[in-house]
């Protein structure tokens, strides 16, 4: 029992800490609405699978005993982060609510977005193994491992969902679009620099 609740807290927080995944589901839920801001929220929590996955087999640990395939992972998430906060800082096109068609990006591309922003961002492969590290205990039967695993999934989902309805909202979604051109260059300045934050405890090393 003690375990599923420090699983529950430390899941929490850091689900709701700001960070990439919450730039990324801001983004998309100001720019294509709800259903783009939701698909994002299910590909993040699809993404956290990936660091479950590989946790829960041992191969993580590898990775975080080994300075070179840690940098490649890091190089990676951050490679991404700043292509795609490039590509938002750089945006040019503008939505207007009251002649929207739809969304200009297909909400594969959305999903893809979300699960590899998170897939990729090894801050999440760390908090899923200093967790497991924590709360499981040797030998612990595979369902047991991946439970505490969809558990940080679906909170990953829950809260994004959240967020994505929230930054969705008419109102809301009205205002943040006047700001457009302001919202794409924070939004996409953001992602620059916790790309950049990812690689540089590296290279202060």
């Not at 299910?42 to 640990?61: D, N, P, S």
């Not at 499981?136 to 809260?159: D, E, Q």
């Not at 979604?173 to 457009?180: G, N």
């Amino acid at each position: 029992m003690n375990e599923i609740l420090a699983v529950a807290v430390i899941t929490i927080l850091a689900v709701i800490s700001p960070g990439p995944d919450f730039a990324m589901v801001t983004r998309n839920s100001f720019l294509h609405g709800r259903k783009a801001g939701l698909m994002a929220a299910l590909g993040i929590a699809c993404g956290v699978q990936i660091h479950v996955f590989y946790t829960v087999f041992g191969i993580a640990v590898i990775i975080v005993q080994s300075p070179n395939l840690l940098f490649a992972m890091k190089l990676l998430g951050a490679a991404y982060l700043i292509y795609i906060g490039v590509k938002s800082f750089t945006n040019k096109s503008r939505i207007n609510l009251d002649t929207e068609a739809g969304t200009s990006e297909s909400l594969l591309s959305i999903f893809r977005m979300g699960f590899l922003t998170n897939a990729l961002n090894p801050k999440t492969m760390l908090f899923v193994v200093s967790t497991y590290t924590q709360v499981v205990k040797p030998g612990s039967p595979l369902i047991t491992n991946f439970a505490y695993g969809l558990f940080m999934s679906f909170s990953h989902w829950a809260w994004f969902s959240l967020v994505a309805i929230f930054f969705s909202a008419d109102l809301l979604r009205h205002k943040m679009l006047s700001k457009q051109i302001i919202l794409d260059k924070t939004i996409g300045a953001a992602l620059v620099v916790l790309g950049a934050m990812l690689l540089l405890p590296t290279a202060i090393r």
